[in-house]
């Protein structure tokens, strides 16, 4: 089946630390990769994906690379900012499921200043 | 600027009561979904529709119904509530490709 691992947190950096969130994946098919992220009070918002192989996806100064041989997605930030706090959550979509998407478990990002 | 509304932010229910929590997305998306969000456990998708009238279960349907009578509304049904559905509940909507997932900022359901 398909399936989304994330590194458990919480996780606590300092500002301007690097970050890495690892995520890992199993799926059928050939997914679309996501990341979420969930600020305190609020809903998810899309982060950045990538649909395909090598793809990288940013936004924010996120990045994510798309790795099938080691079916990871795992994000990064070079240096992090207290309003980067959140929960972050990979997710994947597998095109003959109709968009529906899989989840990790999120991980919980605290920056302290 | 596009959204997705749900019509509660905190719920209060007693166990048994029948429950209704809705979402409106105006993006004239086909996809709607409800999920749960537990702690270490992410969001697991409860009930999900392709088009008015169309449902499909997710991976944990059970103690839930859902109602998709127009495009832009699709509802959570607790028949009969119990404390282990105390969670937070997000209704998100999509394009029919599964792009252009959005969001709702939740309900958080509290059964005594």
């Known amino acids: 089946g398909n399936s989304v691992t994330q590194m458990e947190g919480p996780v606590t950096l300092s500002e301007e630390a690097f970050l890495t969130i690892n995520c890992t994946y199993t799926?059928?098919?050939?997914?679309?990769l996501f990341w979420y992220v969930q600020y305190p009070g609020e809903g998810l918002q899309l982060l950045l994906k990538?649909?395909?192989?090598?793809d990288k996806g940013s936004n924010k100064g996120f990045e994510a690379t798309y790795r099938k041989e080691t079916t990871s997605f795992h994000l990064e930030k070079g240096s992090v900012q207290v309003s980067d706090s959140a929960v972050y959550f990979c997710?994947?979509?597998?095109?003959?499921?109709?968009?529906?998407?899989?989840f990790g478990q999120g991980t919980e990002l605290s920056v302290k200043p | 600027d596009v959204k997705v509304t749900q019509s509660s932010r905190y719920l209060v229910k007693r166990t048994g009561e029948k429950v209704f929590l809705e979402c409106v997305q105006d993006?004239?998306?086909?996809?709607m979904f409800w999920y749960r969000q537990d702690p270490g456990l992410g969001l697991r998708l409860i009930y999900f529709?392709?088009?008015?009238?169309?449902?499909e279960k997710g991976d944990i349907p059970e103690g839930y119904s859902v109602s998709r009578e127009k495009k832009e509304r699709f509802s959570l049904i607790l028949e009969s509530a119990s404390t282990n559905q105390t969670s937070m509940y997000l209704c998100?909507?999509?394009?029919?490709?599964?792009?252009?997932?959005?969001f709702g900022s939740g309900t958080r359901l509290t059964v005594v």
């Open positions: 998100a909507s999509s394009l029919i490709d599964g792009y252009g997932y959005t």
């Open positions: 799926a059928t098919g050939y997914p679309s």
């Open positions: 990538a649909t395909k192989a090598d």
């Open positions: 997710a994947l979509s597998v095109g003959n499921q109709g968009g529906k998407l899989i």
């Open positions: 993006m004239d998306h086909e996809n």
């Open positions: 529709s392709y088009d008015v009238k169309m449902k």
